[in-house]
Nanobody, 121 residues
Framework: VQLQASGGGLVQAGGSLRLSCAAS????????MGWFRQAPGKEREFVGL????????YYADSVKGRFTISRDNAKNMVYLQMNSLKPEDTAVYYC???????????????WGQGTQVTVSS
């Protein structure tokens, strides 16, 4: 499975961005999709996840109510809509896929290359 994250950029605080994650390969989007982020000097942290059917989502407290994950299995795409962005949201964002509904990065088998999101104050 290959994942390609895109859509990052520079945005002012309070603005919005939508990240996309395109999947390809033999097993495409058949599992849980997660989004993680890593800020400079910090460990990678969980942002949110969505089940295969899309019926279950779960978010980190820091983004709950501001970020929304959705997926289109027919297009092998997953999205992260980010609203009301804050400077502390600045990080490289990664999409990943796994088989378990978990916030643990170690449980995800395949990762995209990451896309930079920078929020200016």
């Amino acid at each position: 499975v290959q994942l390609q994250a895109s859509g990052g950029g520079l945005v002012q605080a309070g603005g919005s961005l939508r990240l996309s994650c395109a999947a390809s390969g033999r097993t495409v989007l058949s599992g849980v999709m997660g989004w993680f982020r890593q800020a400079p000097g910090k460990e990678r942290e969980f942002v949110g996840l969505i089940s295969w059917s899309g019926s279950s989502t779960y978010y980190a407290d820091s983004v709950k109510g501001r970020f929304t994950i959705s997926r289109d299995n027919a297009k092998n795409m997953v999205y992260l809509q980010m609203n009301s962005l804050k400077p502390e949201d600045t990080a490289v964002y990664y999409c990943a896929t796994g088989t378990r509904l978990t916030t643990a990065a170690s449980a995800y088998d395949y990762w995209g290359q990451g896309t930079q999101v920078t929020v200016s104050s």
